[in-house]
């Protein structure tokens, strides 16, 4: 599917216009025969998103709005874990890890999170970092958190 940039009409196929000077497809309203770009259904909830921000047909607005504490340390702890370790667990402190943060966050992937971690006490405020790490800047680790998020739910 397409969207158009200018007037945000969806559809399937582009029109072809011709000009004097060119041929060009564009949005199929000829009164705006604007340019377009590819869009992807989500599958939550069923927007037109581009490429950038959508994964496997969730969209990453809707991975972070689906977040929990509870299924952040079970994504970490059962797929990402020796990466989460070395970005936050095994840094060395003067490059600005927290050694309190280290320990608490060793702690917790090393605990059996379902039963032993309570989450409505101070664990809250421990585990924003984990949100952080999944979600900074939409990376690899975003993605995984999608295709992670698909099984779950």
């Not at 809250?124 to 900074?136: A, C, G, P, Q, S």
């Amino acid at each position: 599917m397409y969207k158009c940039d200018e007037c945000n009409a969806i559809f399937e196929t582009p029109k072809e216009y011709c000009t004097e000077e060119q041929i060009f497809a564009g949005c199929p309203d000829t009164q705006c025969k604007g340019t377009y770009t590819d869009v992807f259904k989500c599958s939550l909830c069923d927007e037109w998103k581009s490429h950038d921000e959508i994964h496997k047909n969730l969209c990453y607005d809707c991975a972070e709005k689906e977040y929990t504490d509870r299924l952040g340390l079970k994504f970490i702890s059962e797929k990402h874990r020796d990466f989460f370790l070395e970005e936050y667990g095994i840094l060395d402190p003067k490059n600005g890890v927290d050694k309190d943060l280290k320990s608490n966050l060793v702690e917790v992937l090393e605990k059996d999170f379902v039963s032993l971690i309570d989450m409505e006490t101070d664990w809250n405020h421990k585990l924003e970092v984990v949100k952080e790490y999944i979600f900074d800047s939409r990376n690899d680790c975003t993605d995984k958190w999608v295709e992670f998020l698909q099984e779950e739910i």
